[in-house]
């Protein structure tokens, strides 16, 4: 188990921008994909993005392509989800996931093998 710890979740209204940041042990050779995961009330979690250790993108969402970027910061060892444009179905727990031992294409799979607890982000009307 990896221990990883979200921040960055508020309240903001429609069209409004938030950045999630998620704070990870540094990537070794078997810690090598993270993710941001977002759950609806009342739903179940859904994957956002997927970030590969050498910085590449393995999976982004159709539904947020547009408005929101996966990104990671290998000095602090922190994986950010910038979000712009927000509406109110983006409301919801968002989660940061890390997986060990994936090769690239496997990053782009929802399962991981740690999480965080989770970030609340709520956007109103």
């Known amino acids: 188990q990896v221990q990883l710890e979200e921040s960055g979740g508020g309240s903001v209204q429609v069209g409004g921008s938030l950045t999630l940041s998620c704070a990870a042990p540094?990537?070794?050779?078997?810690?090598?994909?993270m993710g941001w995961f977002h759950q609806a009330p009342g739903k179940g979690r859904e994957i956002i993005g997927s970030?590969?250790?050498?910085?590449?993108?393995?999976y982004i969402a159709d539904s947020v392509k547009a408005r929101f970027t996966i990104s990671q910061d290998n000095g602090d060892n922190t994986v950010r989800l910038q979000m712009n444009d927000l509406t109110p179905q983006d409301t919801g727990m968002y989660y940061c996931?890390?997986?060990?031992?994936?090769?690239?294409?496997?990053?782009?799979?929802?399962?991981?093998?740690?999480w965080g607890e989770g970030t609340q982000v709520t956007i109103s009307s």
């Open positions: 970030i590969y250790r050498d910085g590449s993108i393995a």
């Open positions: 996931g890390a997986a060990v031992g994936r090769v690239r294409w496997a990053c782009a799979l929802p399962d991981r093998d740690s």
């Open positions: 540094a990537y070794t050779a078997k810690l090598n994909c």
